[in-house]
């Protein structure tokens, strides 16, 4: 069922972007971002739903998805600010040279660098 509706999600947007004829190049690529953004949230959304017994057709249902949803969202948010502050709290300069070729040496004896 649920390929189903993705795979008319898809056919609708290709359909629709036919029918307007989208000439342009950043038309293209807005269209073709718009549509994995869809099938982004899409697979996310029902692979984090899944996992809960969540009843999708009452609005008390909805309500409790869109927290447990929107919850995991925050915490991904919070994962990828922890990694990227890890990165670029990291030292990236390499600490010996051999691997690059360039001679260090404390005397100068080196060849320039």
Do not use: C, R
């Amino acid at each position: 069922m649920n390929w189903l509706l993705m795979g008319l999600v898809i056919v609708a947007v290709i359909v629709v972007s036919k029918l307007i004829h989208f000439n342009h190049f950043k038309h293209k690529i807005f269209s073709i971002a718009v549509i994995l953004l869809l099938a982004f949230l899409y697979f996310s959304f029902t692979s984090v739903v899944q996992g809960h017994s969540v009843d999708l057709k009452t609005a008390s249902g909805i309500f409790s998805a869109s927290k447990i949803y929107f919850s995991w969202f925050v915490h991904v948010f919070d994962n990828v600010k922890e990694i990227s502050g890890n990165v670029v709290g990291m030292d990236w300069m390499p600490k010996n040279s051999s691997l690059t070729g360039a001679v260090t040496s404390v005397s100068g004896s080196g060849d320039g660098w």
